[in-house]
């Protein structure tokens, strides 16, 4: 879904993409050239996940992904934006982590095993792992309201919301204390909650509003993920557990 989502973009030539290209010094009319391209072997890379899932595709995407994140505060664009997108690299490395690294050059181009044996210290590592993702990704759009994004204002515009700036610091709050809540301690319902969150308000862009939520897929698959690992207990149940010392 990311690196689909993200090519589509590239084939689209998004104006934007100009000033992550003026970054490491490519101009405007080169950038429009090279956006097809670069959209088209993201497609690929997304194509060939899917069918012929090797190691070496998420890993390329934990670098891409962090590099492409990075080129949006180096453009000028506030440093919320990068950690906002911390699913875009976030799912990948949690697969890695999942299907286990390996030392051996060769091995990163062999199929991902689903039927692996996996276990518990290395899904204890995926836990973290997903804790800190989602913590980053909640943060970061959090961030994005308190400073009022346009493109976030505009979204809630786009519901049918007149006091889009109000709506924006309430949602930001709440997002910054979900993330906390997620860091310290993930309560399962929470996390799915979020999981339904995330896939619901991304759909409300006011442009290109399919391959905005396609890209963000990462995102949901981290809240899904960790939903997957955190074990069935409420906070009330958690906090007894806490007084009584069991």
Excluded at 44 to 59: E, F, H, K, Q, Y
Excluded at 91 to 96: M, V
Aim: glycine share 10%; net charge positive.
């Amino acid at each position: 879904m990311c690196f689909i989502g993200h090519g589509a973009f590239g084939i689209i030539t998004k104006a934007v993409w100009c000033n992550y290209f003026a970054v490491v010094g490519i101009s405007d009319d080169l950038s429009y050239q090279l956006m097809p391209v670069v959209g088209s072997f993201d497609i690929l890379m997304g194509i060939t996940m899917l069918v012929n899932p090797v190691r070496a595709i998420p890993a390329w995407l934990v670098l891409w992904g962090i590099f492409t994140a990075l080129l949006r505060p180096l453009s000028g664009e506030p440093f919320a934006e990068f950690i906002e997108r911390a699913g875009n690299f976030g799912a990948s490395l949690g697969l890695l982590i999942l299907s286990g690294m390996s030392k051996n050059g060769k091995e990163w181009f062999t199929l991902i095993n689903p039927n692996k044996n996996v276990s518990k210290e290395t899904y204890e590592k995926l836990s973290v792992c997903l804790r800190m993702i989602s913590f980053l990704l909640l943060l970061g759009h959090g961030w994005l309201n308190l400073i009022g994004k346009k493109g976030v204002l505009d979204q809630y515009a786009l519901v049918g919301f007149t006091n889009t700036e109000q709506i924006a610091q309430i949602i930001g709050i709440a997002e910054i204390t979900a993330a906390l809540i997620i860091l310290i301690r993930p309560f399962r319902s929470l996390v799915f909650l979020l999981f339904l969150w995330k896939m619901i308000s991304e759909i409300f862009y006011p442009h290109y509003k399919l391959f905005e939520w396609v890209e963000r897929g990462g995102s949901y698959g981290v809240l899904l993920a960790l939903w997957m690992l955190t074990e069935k207990k409420t906070f009330f149940t958690w906090m007894g557990t806490k007084i009584t010392g069991e």
